[in-house]
């Protein structure tokens, strides 16, 4: 199947997960393959990949509600700001549920990265790796993000063409302090995206597809997004 099909075919927002677990090496595979395939600024890989497993349902659970909490207040400082007149009322919105009940949850952090042995000779010259420094870690997010989308897309094409599910999910508090409270002291960096993977049971397209809008939530059309000059 071409990338191309994969994805049109494929590729699903995940309502939820079936119980069923996929082999951990099919996980490992797709990681290599991302990894080995993702292109990086100076080789840096300024950004760290960590893989919670089928048994880490408290963590999660945790991390979920980071989505929850992150959703609420960006409804009520959007009241705050008058750019709209009313919320949800705290109602959760069960498209993230993917966050706490799947086999994988992969979630990308900011990382200190090290120069490998050509720019550590540049760095000698004068180059500047910016990467190495924790106080530049918001100050070059924008690129280290770019990458790590990157990643994510590839990783996509390699759980897809494994016969996996996946969905992703930027909806969360970036604070590493808020990580810190829901008991999540493991993470020392901020996260910038997570991706969730197995096998579904029902996508969000189904729900559309029930309730007879499926042709309403729909993206731009291409002459909306591509220009022409």
């Known amino acids: 199947m071409s990338t191309f099909d994969l994805l049109e075919q494929k590729r699903k927002h995940v309502k939820t997960y ?8 099919l996980i490992e595979k797709a990681l290599w393959k991302a990894w080995k ?14 893989v919670w497993g089928p048994d880490k349902k408290i963590e999660k659970q945790a991390i979920h ?10 409804e009520d400082k959007a009241v705050e700001e008058k750019l709209t007149t009313k919320t949800q009322n705290g109602v959760e919105n069960p498209y993230y549920a993917h966050i706490k009940n799947n086999s994988y949850l992969i979630t990308i952090h900011s990382r200190v990265s090290k120069p490998n042995r050509f720019y550590e000779q540049k760095v000698k010259e004068g180059h500047f790796y910016d990467q190495g420094f924790e106080s530049h870690i918001e100050k070059i997010i924008d690129s280290v993000a770019v990458e790590v989308g990157i990643f994510a897309a590839n990783l996509t094409n390699y759980l897809l063409d494994f016969g996996l599910d996946m969905s992703y999910n930027s909806c969360f508090k970036r604070r590493v302090e ?44 291409i002459n909306e997004i591509v220009k022409w000059i």
């Open 37 to 50: 395939t993702s292109p990086s600024k100076n080789n840096a890989m300024a950004y760290q990949v960590i």
């Open 65 to 74: 509600s980071l989505c929850v909490k992150s959703h609420k207040r960006a």
């Open 178 to 221: 808020d990580w810190h409270k829901v008991g999540l002291l493991n993470i020392n960096t901020r996260p910038i995206t997570m991706i969730s993977c197995g096998y579904a049971e029902r996508y969000r397209r189904d729900d559309l597809k029930s309730w007879g809008k499926e042709t309403w939530d729909i993206k731009p059309e």
């Open 18 to 25: 079936s119980e069923k677990i996929p082999p951990k090496k």
